[in-house]
Every structure is written in C-alpha cells, then in structure tokens.
C-alpha cells in the first residue's frame, strides 16, 4: 500500500469518527438526544470497545491508540465515557471531554489533510 493510500484511509477514519463525535455532541447539547439514538449508541460502544489491552475490533483498536497517543486517555476513562453516552444523563463534564476530544479529532484530520497535500 502506498503512503498516500494509507493516509487517505487513516483520514477517511479520523473524518468519520469526528463527524460521529460532533453528530452526537450536538443532540447532546440540544438536549434532543437519548440512549437510544442510533449514533449515540454507535459512539458508546467505540468506547466501551476500547476496553482491554487489546481491542478485538479494528477500528476500536484505531480509536484507542489515536485517543490515547493523542489526548493521553485512559482505558477506564474510556470506558467512563462509553458507560456515560450509554446513561439516559450526560453530565456536562462528558460532554465538554467530548468537546476536547471532538477538537483533537479535527485538528488531527486537517494535519493529516495537510500531510495529503504536501503541505505539511
């Protein structure tokens, strides 16, 4: 695979998560949203998939080592926000780590944009 390729696939990941991320964060905040809303549930079992050392689904695993390198979360904080997402009230103190998390999200997909581009 090229370098070209796997970033765009790396890209295509991180978009997709930080669109989930921000989709559920805006529910949250218009106080709309509900345990059983489909991305809500979605984005609590990326967390709650997290869990372990070792991630049985790839895209958890992805998740993990991305939250993890980046934001220096840990599992049990992880699995706090998975279990929380998955609670009929999100304390504000969720979502504004969502928020943080949402930021990290973008500014890592438009670095990885500029990589793409040759910009950076």
């Known amino acids: 695979m090229s370098y070209s390729g796997l ?3 790396l890209y ?4 997709d998560y930080a669109q989930l991320l921000d989709d559920v964060l805006i529910t949250l905040k218009a106080h709309t949203s509900a345990p059983t809303d489909d991305n809500r ?3 609590a079992q ?3 998939e997290t869990e372990g050392s070792a991630p049985s689904n790839l895209s958890a695993q992805f998740f993990q080592m991305f939250l993890q390198s980046e934001q220096g979360i840990s599992s049990s ?5 998975g279990n929380a997402l998955s609670s009929p ?10 928020e943080d998390l949402a930021l990290t999200l973008e500014n890592e997909r438009a670095g990885m944009l500029a990589r793409m581009r040759g910009q950076g």
């Open 7 to 9: 970033h765009a696939g």
């Open 89 to 98: 009230e999100v304390r504000n103190q969720v979502i504004d780590r969502l």
């Open 46 to 48: 990326l967390f709650l």
């Open 77 to 81: 904080e992880l699995r706090d926000i």
């Open 12 to 15: 295509a990941r991180i978009r």
């Open 41 to 43: 549930q979605k984005l």
